[in-house]
């Protein structure tokens, strides 16, 4: 199996910063695309950043210039630096990584349990 660990999460002011960090463990082969969701209260998980293997990263329209993805392929992390942060912002957060674990033809899709960032105004 494929491990996430997600930590960072908690309790902030607009305005201010959070880093989420998420670490995969296990018998991994190799890992592909990892992105982080979220899911505010009585509303729909949304895909907030992507990264791919090769580094390039796209945005949510509504964190773009707020928010900073970035991976070390060495660790098996992906981070999400979250700046400005916005009341609009408080949701729980998932990391999601695409891995292909150590004897597997196919790759698969592996989610972390979730972080709660909740931002005050």
């Known amino acids: 199996q494929v491990q996430l660990v997600e930590s960072g999460g908690g309790l902030v002011q607009t305005g201010g910063s959070l880093r989420l960090s998420c670490a995969a463990s296990?018998?991994?082969?190799?890992?592909?695309?990892m992105a982080w969701h979220r899911r505010a209260p009585e509303k729909q998980r949304e895909l907030v950043a992507v990264?791919?293997?090769?580094?390039?990263?796209t945005y949510a329209d509504s964190v773009k210039g707020r928010f900073t993805i970035s991976r070390d392929n060495a660790k098996n992390t992906v981070a999400l630096e979250m700046n400005s942060l916005k009341p609009e912002d408080t949701a729980v957060y998932y990391c999601?990584?695409?891995?292909?674990?150590?004897?597997?033809?196919?790759?698969?899709?592996?989610w972390g349990q979730g972080t709660q960032v909740t931002v005050s105004s």
């Open positions: 990264i791919t293997s090769g580094g390039s990263t």
């Open positions: 999601k990584v695409n891995a292909r674990r150590s004897g597997d033809i196919y790759s698969y899709d592996y």
């Open positions: 296990g018998s991994i082969a190799s890992i592909g695309t």
